[in-house]
């Protein structure tokens, strides 16, 4: 039986002997990748009590806030899927009851597991859309093989963000220790300031990989974990071009412990990095989180529909995906959890 609980929440697992994969039956959130060696999830488990979207009531629960965000956040785990929006809805599509990153983040999902493979499934009515994930875990593997398939309801062509959410947590994100790289090449920091004054990268600026320009003037290397007391960012990062694959990898040197998601360039051109580290005071983050957000997908930043279709491209690169009236598109990708001596150890292209 592949039916479990986690976190009080109805899940799926699948599994092998190195590791166990739960996926959540509401919001389909790859919620963990267990190395059952040492016990350990890279992925982000928030420090609130984690509900069922569904149950949510603005009314009756102000401890997860009360705006478009609230009915994500109160249910949000690991690994989120952002379809078809990455970002905020408009004022009209909130009022509308359009959530932030979209349905495909609070959807309710069909799991099945049979042999080596979880498959979850959801219609999204409100965008017109079917989506379909397996996630495939061999005997003996420590990758998951995972394929998508987007399909269009619709008869009209669909211009779509679709966004994996991967987000880091503590034990494994750990300040001045946690290391990453990635086939990044040309960046920009986000275009406003959501910290509410306390960013320290500059507004707006391009770089190039690693090194984002500080308004102190200094630069922050992006390949090592934040040390500062409190902060926030988000840059976007182009995936080098000329490559077929692009990738993350990050790494706990003091747990010996890596994880990689790797993709195809043309699927999911864009990576933006978010930070969040103990600086939201407002409900549910009540100033405890402390997150790494590494965000693969077809769009650069989190933003609203029109301001998606309204930039287009940034630096030539197209900033959403066309689904094809009644069509479907389909992508492919892996994610790896692994004990590890360096980055170097990982089997990346």
Sequence with gaps: MSATSYLNRRAHALEN?????????????????RDKSSGLNPLWSPPWPSIEP???????????????????????????????????????????????????????????????????SALLPTCGLRFQRSIRLPAGARQLDITETVENLSICDRPVAWTQHVTLGPPFLEKGV????????????????????????????????????????????????????????????LMNPTREEAWFAAFNPNLQLAIAYIWKQSDFPWMGLWEENHLRTGA?????????????????????????????????????????????VTVQYRAIVTPAASLDALPLS
């Design 178 to 237: 946690t290391r990453f790289e990635s086939t990044a090449t040309r960046s920009k920091v986000i275009e406003s300031d959501f910290t509410g004054g306390h960013a320290h990268l500059v507004t707006g600026a391009e770089f190039d990989w690693p090194l984002a320009p500080c308004l102190d003037g200094s630069a922050e290397d992006l390949r090592l974990f934040t040390t500062r007391e409190k902060s926030g960012a988000f840059s976007t990062h």
């Design 17 to 33: 002997e190195h590791l166990e994969v739960i996926v959540t039956t509401e919001g389909g959130h790859l919620a963990a990748i």
């Design 284 to 328: 549910p983050w009540n100033g405890l989180a402390l997150t790494r957000g590494l965000e693969f997908g077809v769009s650069p930043f989190a933003e609203s529909r029109r301001a998606m279709i309204d930039r287009g491209s940034l630096f030539g690169v197209p900033g959403y995906r066309w689904i094809p009236a009644r069509q479907q």
């Design 54 to 120: 569904s149950t949510y009531d603005e009314a009756r629960m102000p401890e997860y806030g009360a705006d478009a965000e609230s009915q994500l956040l109160c249910g949000i785990l690991g690994h989120n899927l952002c379809l078809d929006l990455f970002g905020g809805p408009s004022p009209e599509e909130a009022a509308a009851g359009l959530t932030v990153h979209g349905e495909g983040s609070v959807a309710a999902y069909d799991i099945s597991v049979a042999g080596d493979t979880l498959t979850q």
